[in-house]
């Protein structure tokens, strides 16, 4: 570890809680240099929805390589790029009736985000973006300031201006009628907030908790939206590429975003890519505008193609990555009813899932910890890290996901028992 603790920066995270150097992965594993394997319930933070190293990716890009193709091109027109956009059109865009232009904005989500913004107030002229508690969208500072976390929020240095905060589907409990503030300040002259120019928004918030729109919620805030002349961006960078089942998480509410992000997974071999999908009237766009060196990464585009023509064609993979989720949301069940004495509760669609605690404690911190230990990847979340997240690859085997989830059942034990030790 020498190396890395004398000249990599004291901002490096992850590998905080996973002390091992990694080596190899295949598939839903990855082995630390000597050999070890572990059981990853963590995908690169859902970039990995199809596993570490697929093999038929993997072909396509060794044989693309092989063959001197075009790696770097910026945006120059690329046989990779024409290959990737008619296959995006024909088997997710064209099946789900949307329009959308195509952008790509950089090689990460956050490019994707600060894209969007830069997009929603340059068409509508406004300068006010609606964001929600908890929510998460990067941390380049446009994305810094859509983004919830305090701890995030505080490395920007400079003041997040230009946004309004509103609380998320079920943050106030049921207890405020959903949009009621948000529509009380729109309608009020006196109330201060500027005419937004778009609202953003996750379907189901990753890092803040795994926190679940409901479709009546999402399919209310799309019809506010339309009403008061407000875009709305759909941020499914984390959540979209199938991880909760259908292609885009917001299928299942039946809306249509004006502007949706997605990256992570878009490559389908955890190779740098991102998106900014937006309707065919917001293109107003000037050549150059919005540019960066590396969003032509043409072997990202290869390996993207490939995993939508294998795992999208029809849709078998949607469901069964709904059954999987079944499965894992019934033994999370088991879970929390075990350790309810300590708030235990289950989050969570598809293969996006969460096992909660009361945030005193750090009990989930402590579930991540012992999972380690016994051979389990999983990161936690929320703003208090209660949350014990699982986001495993959606190729994994049901055999894999019975062993990680047995994994983190004697985890949770483990840490629950820690915890209730008199200090």
């Given at each position: 570890?020498?190396?890395?603790?004398?000249?990599?920066?004291?901002v490096?995270?992850?590998?905080r809680?996973?002390?091992?150097?990694?080596?190899?992965?295949?598939?839903?594993?990855?082995?630390?240099?000597?050999?070890?394997?572990?059981?990853?319930?963590?995908?690169?933070?859902?970039s990995?929805?199809?596993?570490h190293?697929?093999?038929?990716?993997k072909?396509?890009?060794?044989e693309?390589?092989?063959?001197?193709?075009?790696?770097?091109?910026?945006?120059?027109?690329?046989?990779?790029?024409?290959?990737?956009?008619?296959?995006?059109?024909?088997?997710?865009?064209?099946?789900?009736?949307?329009?959308?232009?195509?952008?790509?904005?950089?090689?990460?989500?956050?490019?994707?985000?600060?894209?969007?913004?830069?997009?929603?107030?340059?068409?509508?002229?406004?300068?006010?973006?609606?964001?929600?508690?908890?929510?998460?969208?990067?941390?380049?500072?446009?994305?810094l300031?859509?983004?919830?976390?305090?701890?995030?929020?505080?490395?920007?240095?400079?003041?997040?201006?230009?946004?309004?905060?509103?609380?998320?589907?079920?943050?106030?409990?049921?207890?405020?009628?959903?949009?009621?503030?948000?529509?009380?300040?729109?309608?009020?002259?006196?109330?201060?907030?500027?005419?937004?120019?778009?609202?953003?928004?996750?379907?189901?918030?990753?890092?803040?908790?795994?926190?679940?729109?409901?479709?009546?919620?999402?399919?209310?805030?799309?019809?506010?939206?339309?009403?008061?002349?407000?875009?709305?961006?759909?941020?499914?960078?984390?959540?979209?590429?199938?991880?909760?089942?259908?292609?885009?998480?917001?299928?299942?509410?039946?809306?249509?975003?004006?502007?949706?992000?997605?990256?992570?997974s878009?490559?389908?071999?955890?190779?740098?890519?991102?998106?900014?999908?937006?309707?065919?009237?917001?293109?107003?766009?000037?050549?150059?505008e919005?540019?960066?060196?590396?969003?032509?990464?043409?072997?990202?585009?290869?390996?993207?193609?490939?995993?939508?023509?294998?795992?999208?064609?029809?849709?078998?993979?949607?469901?069964?990555?709904?059954?999987?989720?079944?499965?894992?949301?019934?033994?999370?069940?088991?879970?929390?009813?075990?350790?309810?004495?300590f708030?235990?509760?289950?989050?969570?669609?598809?293969?996006?899932?969460?096992?909660?605690?009361?945030?005193?404690?750090?009990?989930?911190?402590?579930?991540?910890?012992?999972?380690?230990?016994?051979?389990?990847?999983l990161?936690?979340?929320?703003?208090?890290?209660?949350?014990?997240?699982?986001?495993?690859?959606?190729?994994?085997?049901?055999?894999?996901?019975?062993?990680?989830?047995?994994?983190?059942?004697?985890?949770?034990?483990a840490?629950?028992?820690?915890?209730?030790?008199?200090?």
């Amino acid at each position: 570890m020498e190396t890395f603790q004398r000249l990599e920066s004291e901002v490096r995270g992850y590998c905080r809680n996973w002390p091992v150097v990694f080596d190899k992965a295949v598939g839903s594993h990855v082995y630390d240099e000597s050999g070890k394997p572990y059981l990853d319930f963590f995908a690169g933070a859902g970039s990995l929805n199809y596993g570490h190293n697929n093999p038929e990716l993997k072909t396509s890009l060794i044989e693309y390589l092989t063959d001197d193709r075009i790696v770097h091109s910026l945006d120059a027109y690329s046989v990779a790029k024409r290959e990737f956009l008619k296959t995006f059109e024909d088997v997710i865009l064209k099946p789900r009736n949307l329009d959308y232009k195509i952008q790509f904005p950089g090689p990460a989500g956050n490019n994707a985000v600060e894209a969007a913004l830069k997009l929603a107030r340059k068409y509508t002229g406004r300068q006010t973006i609606i964001n929600f508690t908890n929510g998460f969208h990067g941390m380049t500072l446009g994305a810094l300031a859509v983004t919830g976390n305090s701890m995030k929020r505080g490395g920007a240095g400079v003041p997040l201006d230009h946004v309004a905060t509103m609380p998320f589907d079920n943050y106030l409990d049921g207890k405020t009628p959903d949009f009621l503030w948000l529509r009380t300040l729109l309608d009020d002259s006196g109330s201060g907030l500027d005419a937004p120019a778009a609202v953003i928004v996750e379907a189901i918030q990753g890092e803040g908790g795994i926190n679940v729109a409901s479709s009546e919620w999402l399919r209310g805030l799309s019809e506010l939206c339309q009403e008061y002349g407000i875009l709305l961006i759909l941020d499914d960078i984390q959540m979209g590429c199938g991880r909760t089942g259908k292609f885009f998480s917001f299928e299942e509410a039946g809306i249509v975003p004006d502007i949706v992000t997605l990256s992570k997974s878009i490559s389908g071999y955890g190779l740098p890519m991102a998106l900014t999908l937006f309707k065919r009237e917001l293109d107003v766009w000037e050549p150059g505008e919005h540019n960066g060196t590396f969003r032509g990464f043409n072997p990202a585009m290869v390996t993207g193609a490939e995993a939508l023509r294998r795992f999208w064609s029809d849709g078998a993979f949607a469901e069964a990555t709904i059954a999987k989720g079944d499965m894992v949301q019934a033994r999370l069940a088991e879970m929390a009813a075990e350790h309810a004495d300590f708030g235990a509760h289950v989050r969570g669609r598809g293969l996006a899932r969460g096992l909660a605690f009361d945030a005193e404690g750090g009990i989930a911190k402590k579930v991540a910890a012992e999972s380690f230990d016994r051979g389990l990847l999983l990161e936690t979340s929320g703003p208090e890290d209660e949350v014990a997240k699982l986001l495993p690859p959606l190729t994994a085997t049901e055999e894999e996901l019975t062993a990680g989830l047995d994994i983190m059942a004697d985890a949770a034990r483990a840490a629950v028992k820690a915890a209730a030790q008199p200090a």
